[in-house]
T-cell receptor, first 115, second 114 residues
Framework: AQTVTQSQPEMSVQEAETVTLSCTYDTSESDYYLFWYKQPPSRQMILVIRQEAYKQQNATENRFSVNFQKAAKSFSLKISDSQLGDAAMYFCAYGEETSGSRLTFGEGTQLTVNP | KAGVTQTPRYLIKTRGQQVTLSCSPI?????VSWYQQTPGQGLQFLFEYFSETQRNKGNFPGRFSGRQFSNSRSEMNVSTLELGDSALYLC?????????????FGEGSWLTVV
């Protein structure tokens, strides 16, 4: 079974600084998708960024970017110019072409942004 | 456009009772999936429905069931509630059952079993 591991239960960053959240996954598939979701105190999961495994170029969305290392099965999230509103639980997730919209989530990383 | 809507948002049930949670997907979305979130087990996939058919099922006992209606709205039911069923139940929708589609989540239904 596919597994997703986030080894950092908690991280903190100063406002305006940069922070990187780590994620590794295990799969034998070649076609898959990776996601970072943010879960603020409201508990609604919000998609931050997604990466298709067949694309070598790392995805970026404004201040959010990923470092996708397919061979190493690593998918880290970099948040630049951190803002107070970035404080949340961040989940790394994995989805396969053949598994519909079923996602496998990591344990999550609680990000604190200090003013 | 309205997001994924889940009702009720909060509920308290007694051990042994049953509960039904409802999810209305984003308009036009035909795939609905359900997740259970607990502090101990994290986010776990329950099941996925598309065109009123269950397409995927997670590793949960038969007490957990669901269905989807012709308008894509979905319900999940948990019978004979146990204390361990206390959790946040999240519903998600997408256009089709395909990981390449963006999956949108609702705010969840908080279930407390006492």
């Amino acid at each position: 079974a596919q597994t997703v591991t986030q080894s950092q239960p908690e991280m903190s960053v100063q406002e305006a600084e940069t922070v990187t959240l780590s994620c590794t996954y295990d799969t034998s598939e070649s076609d898959y998708y990776l996601f970072w979701y943010k879960q603020p105190p409201s508990r609604q999961m919000i998609l931050v960024i997604r990466q298709e495994a067949y694309k070598q170029q790392n995805a970026t969305e404004n201040r959010f970017s990923v470092n996708f290392q397919k061979a190493a099965k690593s998918f880290s999230l970099k948040i630049s110019d951190s803002q107070l509103g970035d404080a949340a639980m961040y989940f790394c997730a994995y989805g396969e072409e053949t598994s519909g919209s079923r996602l496998t989530f990591g344990e999550g990383t609680q990000l604190t942004v200090n003013p | 456009k309205a997001g994924v809507t889940q009702t009720p948002r909060y509920l308290i049930k007694t051990r042994g009772q049953q509960v039904t949670l409802s999810c209305s997907p984003i308009s036009g979305h035909r795939s609905v999936s359900w997740y259970q979130q607990t502090p101990g087990q994290g986010l776990q996939f329950l099941f996925e429905y598309f065109s009123e058919t269950q397409r995927n099922k997670g590793n949960f006992p038969g007490r957990f069931s669901g269905r989807q209606f012709s308008n894509s709205r979905s319900e999940m039911n948990v019978s004979t509630l146990e204390l361990g069923d206390s959790a946040l139940y999240l519903c998600a929708s997408s256009l089709e059952p395909y990981s390449g589609n963006t999956i949108y989540f609702g705010e969840g239904s908080w279930l407390t079993v006492v």
